[in-house]
DNA sequence: ATCTGTGAAATCCTTCACAGCG
DNA sequence: CGCTGTGAAGGATTTCACAGAT
């Protein structure tokens, strides 16, 4: 692993230090809001677009696929292909985290796959707890080592007694009241809150209080947290109003280009 | 319902027309792409940002749980708290539907919640399908109308032959070669796809098929689908991956921290 | 000749700050 | 006087397009 070198090594920072993201101090009330007087010191470049990182994780599977298929390089076009966006910004997105390419050849899926995953911090097991053992913490649950390895379920919680004791994947559900206590001596990394949203944001404040620092949220509101704590939102009636938005867009659309088109002449086109 | 005037009509359309999103159409592999000659001629106005149109959805919830409590009026400033934004946000995203506040006071809740609605096209209702009925689609089958009334479940289908037939959350479980056809005569206009990720885009081509132009994929791949097809992914490893991200870049952080504190002086900040 | 890496331009989104209505 | 609606400024992200490496 531990990479002795940058390949063009252009800039300073030999250091294996990790990225940061730009834009991520809260909205800051008004004025300056960094703690000590300096005008933000910053190494100015190492930070990575929260867009961008997203976009990373995705070049990971589609990397990963590709290396099963016997695959040892890959070029940017192809790559953004596989992945769904434009090949310049692919080369932009890797260029955040360094420079592995070989121009004229493209980069290795092997270096590239080993940098992504370093850079999000997936060299380290990150111990995921699940809050809210119904549908949809049970499909969780079951998941067992979740998503491509690397997010252990080492927890589960609800406040149903009679789940309490009952494995579920292999894992004994606890009660939600255990959650500061055991996500403190499991040291849980990842909290993932399937509870109806009514109880959602005492079982986000538990999580917190049992040193859970990041929290991935089902229930459909919106949690408080301390500052420190980064929060994801995954949240199905949003997509579906989403997707409402553009079928209505799209009818819409269609209403007013049938009218046009008829307007204009009896033309018998397919589209 | 159908409104009969803008409040503060100021330009033209006078119809009931809905917005169109920007930055919509494909990133045009080069050069000019759209099928006219016409330099897109657009109504300039009226277009939602995509990033609005998902907090319109996060408002209209809260809104929801508002008008519960017996509000009847809200300012930007709370609305805006609750939802989780500042102020400034919220009133230009409410901007780009119209104008339904009332200065000095505020807005109505139930106004601009049907506002909201309508824009959203959440005044018909969208058919939805589940296809893979495995852990994930159990959980949304059971969620029965789906969140918030408004999309319906009205058909599920699996490839698993010990599951055809069984009624699951009150609906048969279909085979999915039957898709486009059930999707074509039930007019289901958004597909969900719990798939395995090895069967997600064969289950997509087929939807499309059907008819459906919004899909919502669980899968973790990316589809290839025809271009007036909308797509929306929700991806559990992406997420997490974006939390370790979060999780490494705060160790890292705090591990300099200490280092710069260490080398400053032996200072017994708590912070 | 090909394909990466990247400044610079273009676009999209957020925040500021204030005019103006009630 | 309080609060909305919104130009304009400021950031962030995406795209362009090309210099430079192999």
């Known amino acids: 692993m531990a990479r002795v ?3 063009g090594g252009d800039d300073s920072a030999p250091t294996t230090e990790l990225p940061a993201v730009r834009g991520q101090g809260p909205p800051a009330v008004n004025g300056r809001a960094n703690g000590r007087g300096a005008p933000i010191p910053a190494d100015k470049a190492r930070v990575i677009p929260e867009a961008a990182v997203a976009r990373l994780a995705v070049y990971l599977r589609v990397l990963s696929g590709m ?3 016997g695959a040892v390089t890959v070029s940017s076009e192809e790559l953004a292909t596989a992945a769904g966006v434009n090949s310049a910004k692919l080369r932009k997105d890797i260029s955040y985290i360094g420079t592995y390419g070989t121009r004229g050849v493209g980069y290795e899926v092997d270096v590239l796959t080993s940098e992504i995953e370093r850079v999000l911090g997936l060299t380290r097991q990150q111990k995921v707890a699940v809050v809210g053992i119904g549908n949809l913490g049970h499909a969780l649950a079951n998941y067992g080592g979740f998503p491509g390895r690397g997010f252990p379920v080492e927890a589960l ?3 149903d007694p009679d789940l309490i004791g009952i494995p579920v994947g292999g894992l004994p559900v606890n009660h939600i009241d255990d959650i500061p206590d055991i996500c403190a001596t499991r040291a849980i990394a990842i909290g993932v809150i399937a509870t109806p949203p009514t109880a959602a944001q005492a079982v986000c ?3 917190v209080e049992g040193g859970v620092h990041c929290v991935l949220n089902f229930a459909p509101v919106v949690l408080g947290v301390p500052e420190h ?4 939102k995954v ?3 949003i997509e579906l109003q989403i997707l409402s938005f553009h079928v209505a867009r799209n009818a819409e659309q269609r209403a007013s280009r049938r009218t046009a088109a008829a307007r204009a002449s009896s033309n018998g086109e397919v589209v």
């Open 5 to 7: 070198q940058r390949d």
């Open 157 to 159: 919680f609800d406040v």
């Open 229 to 232: 704590v980064e929060v994801r």
């Open 205 to 207: 404040d538990r999580l």
């Open 67 to 69: 290396a099963e298929q």
């Open 235 to 237: 949240d199905l009636a």
